[in-house]
Nanobody, 122 residues
Framework: QVQLVESGGGLVQAGGSLRLSCAASGLTFSRYAMGWFRQAPGKEREFVATITSTGDNTYYAESVKGRFTISRDNAKNTVYLQMNLLKAEDTAVYSC???????????????WGQGTQVTVSS
């Protein structure tokens, strides 16, 4: 079965950094665009970042542009989210997702991971 497993979440002070990883299995990773979404308690899930299947194009939510970087290593079947200059408003469960061929900024992805908690304290 297809599995997407996030790791790297945790507690960090405002202004700090974290790198999230998402390891994929059960699919041809290089044929899938990947995305990161987040959801805070009581709020709707929101788009964070996405990357094409080849890694040649990326797109970010305005709220994280300049602070977060999405990347992928197709040889390792892994997508990353480097988060710098973290703010309290970044606190959420972060999930990765896979979509065949075409990236998207809405949650129209084929597969989802279980999520990893990121908590930013002040």
């Amino acid at each position: 079965q297809v599995q997407l497993v996030e790791s790297g979440g945790g507690l960090v002070q405002a202004g700090g950094s974290l790198r999230l990883s998402c390891a994929a299995s059960g699919l041809t990773f290089s044929r899938y665009a990947m995305g990161w979404f987040r959801q805070a308690p009581g709020k709707e899930r929101e788009f964070v970042a996405t990357i094409t299947s080849t890694g040649d194009n990326t797109y970010y939510a305005e709220s994280v542009k300049g602070r977060f970087t999405i990347s992928r290593d197709n040889a390792k079947n892994t997508v990353y989210l480097q988060m710098n200059l973290l703010k309290a408003e970044d606190t959420a469960v972060y999930s990765c997702a896979a979509r065949r061929f075409v990236m998207a900024t809405t949650p129209v992805y084929d597969y989802w991971g279980q999520g990893t908690q990121v908590t930013v304290s002040s």
